[in-house]
């Protein structure tokens, strides 16, 4: 089964790390990062690269296609080559999917008109404008779309999907495989849960971070 995990600069990277650690160990996965063009592709904060070994043109017709996200300002959500191959990939995959701001990607392809997705919770609203009938939910299938909410539910997201493609027992020896149990030292994950506090200070620091991000870089 062929996975192509599609990758540009700018995304987060556990958007994309996530299903590749779920999906690649199921029996018969073949993983393929592409691109646009191959080589390395920075991440939001530029610190991490994540290589791209295959071009849109390598894997045109993958069985499972994975779309992450990043932040919005960042998404190549007008890439016409990047849409096409997503639009192109869709019209035989057996699953699309995406995480996190991914949806809006999947969004601008034209593949969420009145389609169930998910999204990050900051993202919903946007979600909603492409189309979209916004729920929010950790992981939510759609006939073949497959969409999760925020960074880390991508890989509830590939524990699922495995699930569904392998079974159940395939998908529990996964999760023991990477001893994914989560036990947060907060209970904190969604702003439903966390304190006013809590999501300002988010929100202020992300501001701030996008701030230095568009600051011109001076000798």
Known sequence: MDIAILLYDHLTALDAIGPYETLSRMPGATVTFVAAEPGPKRTDNGRLALVADAT????????????????????????????????????????????????????????????????HWRALDILRSLGAEVADERVV????????????????????????????????????????????????????????????????LRDEGAERAAAPVTS
Do not use: N
């Open 56 to 119: 849109f043109a390598d894997l045109p017709h993958p069985e499972i296609i994975v779309i992450p996200g990043g932040p919005v300002e960042g998404l190549p959500m007008r890439d016409e080559p990047t849409l096409d191959w997503i639009r192109t990939a869709h019209e035989s995959s057996q699953w699309t999917t995406s995480v996190c701001t991914g949806a809006l990607i999947l969004g601008s392809a034209g593949l969420l008109d009145g389609v169930r997705a998910t999204s």
């Open 141 to 204: 299938f759609d006939g073949r779309i497959v969409t999760a909410a925020g960074v880390s539910a991508g890989i509830d997201m590939g524990l699922t999907l495995a699930a569904r493609i392998a079974g159940d027992e395939t998908a529990q020896a996964i999760q023991l495989g990477i001893e994914y149990d989560p036990q947060p030292p907060f209970d904190c994950g969604s702003p439903a849960k966390a304190p006013k506090a809590i999501v300002d200070l988010l929100l202020a």
